[in-house]
């Protein structure tokens, strides 16, 4: 079975501008949670989906969303693009809301010059 | 709030065992889970402790305490490929979608 799927793997921006990061959930989980990591540091939490419905959000400004599809899959969007916010961003999947176990993406590498 | 502190880094020889220590604050908690990640790869999750005590999966063992607001991972038989970064994570109470995680310990197996 594929794993978690997310493309693009790596992405160079600018500042100011928009950028939409894709995840393919293992499929059967309907939980998709999204996370960004700093070089040196674990990941942070910015949302979670289950069924289509956000069921969780971390502390991130409101220039990031993000949206589950009928499918499961789900895409994460970033205005207004900071210099700060160059990371890895990582997709998990998971079984159902609350189960441990969560099944992470290869991440996309995001660069904001 | 929530936060968990681990040593940054941890170098052990091969074949030894080695202890991986998370120590957490948090208002409330709901279980820990333990993390794999090599270098430039994703995550892989491989243990979560709900409950007080030692889980065992094979190599690895993972072990909490609640009264002492305290974990660790402990890897046995110790091989080059386990250097990676582990992370403790968790969940500030029950029912809570947020998964927290520490900053992560940089384990280096030497021959």
């Known amino acids: 079975d594929a794993g978690v799927t997310q493309s693009p793997t790596h992405l160079i921006k600018t500042r100011g501008q928009h950028v939409t990061l894709r995840c393919s959930p293992i499929?059967?989980?309907?939980?998709v949670s999204w996370y960004q990591q700093v070089l040196g540091q674990g990941p942070q939490f910015i949302f979670q989906y289950y069924e289509k419905e956000e069921r969780g959000r971390g502390n991130f400004p409101d220039r990031f969303s993000a949206r589950q599809f009928p499918n499961y899959s789900s895409e994460l969007n970033v205005n207004a693009l900071l210099l700060g916010d160059s990371a890895l961003y990582l997709c998990?999947?998971?079984?159902?809301?609350?189960?441990?176990?969560?099944?992470f993406g290869p991440g996309t590498r995001l660069l904001v010059l | 709030g929530q936060s968990l502190e681990q040593p940054s880094e941890v170098t052990a020889v091969e074949g030894a065992i080695v202890q991986i220590n998370c120590t957490y604050q948090?208002?409330?908690?709901?279980?820990l889970s333990w993390y794999q990640q090599h270098d430039g790869g994703a995550p892989t999750f491989l243990s979560y402790?709900?409950?007080?005590g030692l889980e065992e999966t094979g190599r690895f063992s993972s072990f909490l305490s609640r009264s002492d607001s305290y974990g660790y991972l402990l890897l046995q038989e110790l091989q080059m490929k386990d250097s990676a970064s582990y992370f403790c994570?968790?969940?500030?109470?029950?029912?809570?979608?947020?998964?927290?995680f520490g900053k992560g310990t940089k384990l280096s197996v030497i021959p």
């Open positions: 994570a968790a969940r500030p109470r029950a029912g809570s979608y947020q998964l927290t």
């Open positions: 402790n709900a409950l007080d």
């Open positions: 499929s059967g989980h309907k939980s």
């Open positions: 998990a999947s998971s079984l159902a809301q609350l189960q441990e176990t969560q099944y």
């Open positions: 948090t208002s409330g908690f709901y279980g």
